[in-house]
């Protein structure tokens, strides 16, 4: 006769293998996907010329949206180099979100903003918008800075973007993000060259920018990022746009469009109640109702990601801003998942319904659970004395030098697509860094999770962080740490 | 440590399937790891000697081409070749023994011709013949991988280069959409016959990407006949040819396509009824103005918008009692708001009458709809 525990012990045991061997068998998957994915984009980038599309009066017109709050650091910098990228049809529609230091005042200067009349309406509702500027300068014709009531949140300043956006598409980004001077006609190509499918967002990867360099606004030379949490973070985010995102891209199922950098069918973001400004997770959540609009509507939607880097965002420096932003991203899985459960194995959201958000959570949401209750239950192996140290060392190396292999993988793409290093000693040095990231990052992002979860079921709000910004042109002249700004800012995920 | 990596490897036949598995997928793990490595750096070290190697060819490339193409104008002290036969077996001898080179030379013979223009870039033509380039081109169309006879193909347009039919015409039914629209590009761009045929067979919509493409190289061939497109927009039953025509009425400005738009104006399809109003408004002709007025109000509040935004650039004045109208009455904002847009517009000529419509408008008007007015006033800005 066996006892409960031995039951218990086997039904875990059993659940985490399979659960485990799922795991192992979609990231090869991933990086199957990924690799076909990434040689579909350069086949079809060979027969396309950028410039025909950026100079054709035919490509659809774009409006880059960026909220900023407190950026008064980088804002000059930023917006000037979002008012020279390669397109015709764009306009770039910066909102000042309430913002306590001088970030209006700049941009007003700087620009020669004056204040106009501006026919606007609330198609999705925000704080109160107090007033609009555009220059007298030509040269800034481009240019439109809303000025809104603090919204708490970037999904606030966004949807005051979407609601004055005047072209088809608009592009999400934040005004502490350096772009790519072919960022829109890049992100533009999928939409463009798709022939079977209403594009209704693409997105690119983001990049660490901290220990690249920058002149004008302008990347000039990009490096792995030498402070350690923003190198594992470089891992992490090529593994997450080079091997999981174009994967899910060449199968039409990406879960996500991070809001750092993606480009959006207006009319469907309106429609589908454009960003949720208590959301966490409002590029994802965004995304979640633009497919269930789709759905609902009858709309043969494609989501698409393009494997080329063209956004360079600051990471948290310090281990504390980290955690924060970790916790953040945590709760808003967790938010995500409980505002959206109704599409969880729902055949009638097809793809999205039994793919993605199942996928997001069995993997994504419920990952750090299985994880922290796997160390609790080896614990009480251990005290039990019924672990086999031999066996559980190889099961343990298995999952160690998969999960490097996978990070290796993904590095290898980039490096075979891009070479975005200069030297061999830089791509080299980060594939090494995959070899500890699961004994130093991942506890850190494991315990974040966690936290995220258990703050969000408590009730207890995180703030918007208090990123420390540098600014892109600090590099050189750096400025005190108390002149910096310590205000919430938006941070990107991947 | 090694005794029991030793013990397991020797006892691998006894162990349990799933440490078996394991050390499978962790072995198989290393040698990806290890190939992983290999491969970046491989990788790395080819593309350094590549761009070493381009980055010494690329002048001398340059320099012979540049020779070549202004052969006869270069005095005789700067010749450092006799003749122009000497300039290309100098070509074909020392470099184009490999094929990565001429590659290169090819690339390079494309950029030239991007900035170069008349004799010149009749030239470039001339030394893709001598140094036997077309032949190289000629075998990517035959080539197997679609890619690279798209590559080829796209190499032929960028050139300018005549190509006969019978290369062209069987791509242009490939299997692969990308060979058989960069072939229909081709046609349009290097056939002597009638290049627009493909727009009467074609069933397929064309992609915005392809009309695009289309669009430039048709508007920036010189050399192209360019046909009266009423008869595609009255008779095609492919809609994205129909708007594409109608671009192209637009860009050329072909007043005696008109009728053929106007007709449009009548079509079940909302968006073919979008662009024909587009097309009337951006050729400005005000025959049309009153159709488009009394259709109006079938319509939904897409092409309702764009028969607003016609009569603005249109501007006849004409219809500043309707635009008046719709700006009060309209009942949603982007009626009102592309009312004002089109009345400011239907003003501007009459500085007395523009004074007072605006006094009298402003007097019954909303808070949103003075906002419009004002908008629509500022002299500083520039309204697209």
């Known amino acids: 006769m066996h006892t409960p525990f031995y039951y218990f012990t086997w039904f875990y045991e059993y659940a985490v293998f399979f659960y485990g061997i799922t795991l192992f068998i979609s990231y090869l998957l991933l990086a199957l996907f990924s690799s076909i994915a990434i040689r579909a984009y350069f086949k079809k980038k060979s027969y396309t010329d950028n410039e025909t599309i950026i100079y054709s009066p035919l490509a659809p017109g774009i409006s880059v949206i960026a909220p900023a709050y407190n950026e008064e650091l980088s804002i000059i910098a930023n917006v000037r180099s979002l008012l020279t990228l390669n397109y015709v049809f764009y306009e770039v529609i910066i909102i000042n979100d309430g913002s306590t230091d001088k970030t209006l005042e700049f941009l007003i200067e700087e620009f020669e903003l004056v204040k106009i009349d501006y026919p606007y309406i609330d198609r999705i509702n925000t704080q109160p918008v107090k007033q609009f500027f555009k220059s007298v300068n030509p040269a800034f014709s481009k240019l439109l800075v809303i000025d809104k009531e603090n919204g708490k949140s970037k999904a606030d300043g966004s949807n005051a973007g979407v609601n004055a956006a005047k072209y088809p598409y608009y592009v999400c980004t934040d005004v502490d993000c350096i772009l790519h001077k072919d960022t829109l006609v890049e992100l533009m190509r999928p939409i463009i060259q798709e022939s079977k499918r209403t594009i209704i967002a693409t997105g690119g990867p983001l990049r660490m920018a901290n220990s690249c360099d920058f002149e004008g606004g302008e990347l000039i030379r990009m490096r792995p990022p030498k402070p350690l949490i923003p190198r594992f973070q470089e891992i992490e985010y090529i593994r997450a746009y080079m091997l999981s995102k174009m994967g899910w891209s060449l199968v039409n199922a990406v879960p996500n469009v991070s809001g750092g950098l993606g480009l959006f069918n207006t009319e469907i973001a309106i429609k589908a109640g454009g960003y949720d400004y208590k959301s966490y997770a409002e590029d994802q959540d965004l995304i979640m109702r633009m497919i269930q609009y789709c759905c609902q509507e009858k709309i043969k939607y494609g989501i698409r990601y393009i494997p080329k880097t063209l956004c360079w965002t600051e990471g948290p420096p310090t281990l504390k801003a980290f955690v924060r932003q970790r916790t953040r991203w945590a709760q808003g899985l967790l938010q995500l998942m409980l505002a959206h459960k109704k599409m969880f194995f729902n055949p009638r959201y097809k793809r999205a319904g039994l793919i993605v958000f199942p996928y997001n959570f069995f993997f994504e949401f419920i990952a750090p659970i299985v994880e922290i209750t796997g160390i609790i239950y080896m614990i009480v192996l251990a005290l039990m004395d019924r672990i086999n140290w031999p066996f559980a060392a190889v099961v343990f190396t298995f999952a160690y030098i998969y999960s490097v292999c996978m990070s290796i993988i993904a590095v290898l793409w980039d490096q075979l697509a891009f070479k975005n290093y200069k030297t061999w000693r830089e791509a080299i040095g980060l594939c090494l860094t995959a070899f500890v990231e699961m004994f130093l990052f991942h506890p850190i992002v494991l315990f974040s999770g966690i936290r995220g979860y258990i703050y969000y079921m408590s009730g207890r709000r995180d703030k918007w962080g208090d990123m420390q910004r540098k600014g892109f042109d600090t590099q050189k002249t750096k400025k005190p740490a108390a002149e910096r700004s310590t205000a919430p800012s938006y941070e990107p995920q991947p | ?384």
Not at chain 2, 78 to 84: I, S
Not at chain 2, 166 to 178: D, F, G, K
Not at chain 2, 267 to 283: K, Q, T, V
Not at chain 2, 287 to 316: F, P, T, W
Request: hydrophobic share 40%.
């Open chain 2, 1 to 384: 440590m090694i005794s029991f990596i030793s013990n397991l490897i020797q006892n691998f036949r006894h162990q349990a399937l799933v440490i078996q598995m394991s050390l499978i997928v962790i072995a198989a793990c290393i040698i990806v790891i290890l190939l992983g490595f290999i491969i970046i750096s491989v990788s790395r070290y080819r593309k350094r000697v590549r761009d070493r190697r381009e980055a010494k060819l690329i002048p001398t490339f340059d320099e012979l081409i540049y020779h070549y193409i202004s052969f006869d104008q270069l005095p005789i002290s700067e010749k450092e070749f006799q003749t122009k036969e000497g300039i290309v077996q100098e070509i074909d001898k020392k470099y184009f023994y490999r094929t990565k080179n001429k590659q290169l030379f090819l690339d390079r013979l494309i950029g030239f011709k991007k900035t170069f223009s008349g004799d010149m870039s009749e030239e470039i033509n001339e030394l893709f013949y001598d140094v036997g380039l077309h032949k190289f081109c000629m075998s990517k169309l035959s080539a197997f991988a679609r890619h690279r006879k798209t590559k080829g193909l796209t190499e032929f347009i960028a050139l300018g280069v005549p190509l006969a039919d019978v290369h062209i015409i069987p791509l242009t039914h490939s299997r692969s959409r990308a060979v058989r629209t960069t072939a229909r590009h081709a046609y349009i761009k290097l056939s002597k016959n009638n290049p627009f045929t493909f727009f009467d067979s074609s069933k397929e919509d064309l992609l915005v990407w392809e009309q695009i493409e289309l669009f430039q190289i048709i508007t920036t061939n010189e050399h192209l006949v360019i046909p009266n497109f009423s008869s595609w927009i009255a008779h095609s039953k492919n809609k994205s040819i129909v708007k594409f025509c109608l671009r192209l009425v637009e860009h050329y400005h072909q007043t005696e396509a008109l009728p053929s738009v106007q007709r449009q104006l009548d079509s079940p399809e909302a968006d073919i009824r979008s662009a024909a109003i587009r097309c009337l408004g951006n050729m400005r002709n005000t025959d049309y103005e009153d159709k488009m007025v009394r259709i109006y109000y079938e319509q939904n509040l897409d092409c309702q918008v764009d028969i607003l935004d016609a009569l603005g650039r249109i501007a006849s004045g004409r219809y500043v009692d309707f635009l008046v109208n719709e700006f009060r009455n309209g009942s949603e904002f982007l009626i009102r708001k592309a009312a004002s847009k089109a009345l400011m517009r239907n003003l501007v000529y009459d500085p007395e009458e523009k004074e007072r419509v605006i006094a009298e408008v402003m007097e019954h008007s909303s808070d949103e709809q003075k906002t419009m007015i004002n908008y629509y006033q500022y002299p500083i800005l520039k309204f697209a």
